[in-house]
């Protein structure tokens, strides 16, 4: 069995990306991957001056990833880029230097905004320092979602919207395994 992380780069109750997340899981779970969703608001932020000592929460956050096989980003736009909290995370797992545990972990990239190019900006931002990373990327298709009328209370109701998040799901199973 897989395991997959899905990290979610907005903490808001009823986030359009998690509502994604929640559907790509439930796909995943079907194809017997075991999925988590690896909390990152409570994440001191990132400081040198705290490496030596690192917070529990950091320590626990990479071990989280570490025992990962397989990951998916889902973040909104913020002012034309990915959010703060997102790239907090992966500056936190990213160290002490050489140690890293993203390198080398395949991975899906996914934005979702209500503007109407759905984030593509922040995505490619965000696919950018993941390459640096040596994150191994699902390039195509590209996976920027507009969060349209099917989006409502931290969820998405039945329709084209779901039907195309639900056959990434099933190119990014073919991707990892
Ligand atoms: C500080 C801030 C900046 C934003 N900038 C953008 C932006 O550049 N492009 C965009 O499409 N939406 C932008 N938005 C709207 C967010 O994408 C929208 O609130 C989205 O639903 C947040 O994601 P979530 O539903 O997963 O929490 C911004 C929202 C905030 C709070």
């Known amino acids: 069995m897989?395991?997959?992380?899905?990290?979610?780069?907005?903490?808001?109750?009823?986030?359009?990306?998690?509502?994604?997340g929640k559907v790509i899981a439930e796909s995943l779970e079907k194809a017997d991957f075991e999925v988590v969703?690896?909390?990152?608001?409570?994440?001191?932020?990132?400081?040198?001056?705290?490496?030596?000592?690192?917070?529990?929460?950091?320590?626990?956050?990479?071990?989280?990833?570490?025992?990962?096989?397989?990951?998916?980003?889902?973040?909104?736009?913020?002012?034309?880029?990915?959010?703060?909290?997102?790239?907090?995370?992966?500056?936190i797992a990213s160290r002490p230097q050489g140690q890293s545990v993203w390198s080398g972990k395949r991975a899906g990239v996914i934005s979702v905004s209500p503007g109407k190019i759905g984030g593509a900006l922040a995505l490619n931002q965000l696919k950018q320092v993941l390459s640096f990373l040596n994150v191994k990327q699902l390039h195509q298709p590209e996976m920027y979602?507009?969060?349209?009328?099917?989006?409502?209370?931290?969820?998405?109701?039945?329709?084209l919207t779901k039907d195309y998040i639900k056959s990434y799901a099933q190119k990014y199973i073919d991707f990892v395994s």
Do not use: H
């Open 145 to 159: 979602i507009q969060a349209d009328a099917s989006f409502s209370g931290g969820m998405i109701s039945e329709g």
């Open 2 to 20: 897989k395991k997959c992380s899905i990290i979610i780069g907005s903490l808001r109750k009823n986030s359009n990306c998690m509502a994604v």
């Open 37 to 91: 969703f690896p909390e990152i608001g409570n994440l001191p932020l990132f400081s040198e001056d705290f490496e030596a000592n690192p917070p529990k929460e950091w320590t626990a956050f990479r071990g989280e990833i570490a025992s990962s096989d397989c990951l998916i980003f889902i973040t909104p736009e913020y002012n034309r880029g990915y959010t703060a909290c997102l790239k907090n995370a992966l500056d």
